[in-house]
């Protein structure tokens, strides 16, 4: 079946740490890739969205993913976190349907 | 401005009870959803629209239904034949442009069955 999984349910990092979030999905054709962000209280919201061309994308606040269509991969990275980057990240996968199929989520706390 | 309103934000009902679940949006989008979040489950999709008049089932469907009979509205009924409908429900929308399908959310209404 087609799936999203996401390495990491917690992770607790300090301001000014690095963080990469892995995220793999299982399809074997043309997908399109995107990572959605909920800060605390807010509704969901995209952060950043592959489709093609260049594979490494980046997005809202200085965040950036890289799509490696070898490793089924499309990890998630931001060189310096602050406190405002604490939310639950979910990745997601779309092969051109209506369904998009979502990953467990990754909650990010970060220490001020 | 233009976006995605659910409502109620908040709702309890009793067992055995029929609620429904508001979803109106002003963005023009033909496609709706509607999406389930349970804690550590990520979002799994109930239903969903491409056009007005025409909907399908998502992968965890049993126990709700919809109707889409204006473009801007996707209301979601949680019957009582759902086995365990306490949980978030997320509304959203997308255009229908080419392949992309990036969705626009609304801010989610929880429900809690007492």
């Known amino acids: 079946a087609q799936s999203v999984s996401q390495h990491n349910h917690h992770v607790i990092l300090s301001e000014a740490a690095s963080l990469e979030l892995g995220c793999n999905y299982s399809?074997?054709?043309?997908?399109?890739l995107f990572w959605y962000v909920q800060y605390p209280g807010q509704h969901l919201q995209l952060l950043l969205k592959?489709?093609?061309?260049?594979?490494l994308v980046k997005g809202i606040k200085g965040f950036e993913a890289e799509f490696i269509k070898s490793k089924f991969s499309f990890n998630l990275r931001e060189p310096s976190v602050q406190w405002s980057d604490t939310a639950e990240y979910f990745c997601a996968a779309n092969t051109g349907g209506f369904k998009t199929i979502f990953g467990a989520g990754t909650r990010l706390f970060v220490k001020a | 401005d233009g976006g995605i309103t659910q409502s109620p934000k908040y709702l309890f009902r009793k067992e055995g009870q029929n609620v429904t679940l508001s979803c109106e949006q002003n963005l023009n989008h033909d496609a709706m959803y509607w999406y389930r979040q349970d804690p550590g489950q990520g979002l799994r999709l109930i239903y969903y629209?491409?056009?007005?008049?025409?909907?399908q089932k998502g992968d965890i469907a049993e126990g709700y239904s919809v109707s889409r009979e204006k473009k801007e509205s996707f209301p979601l009924t949680v019957t009582s034949a759902q086995k365990n409908p306490t949980a978030f429900y997320l509304c959203a929308s997308s255009p229908n442009i080419g392949m992309d399908r990036e969705l626009f959310f609304g801010e989610g209404s929880r429900l809690t069955v007492l």
């Open positions: 399809y074997g054709g043309t997908v399109n």
């Open positions: 592959y489709f093609s061309g260049d594979p």
């Open positions: 629209s491409q056009i007005v008049n025409d909907f």
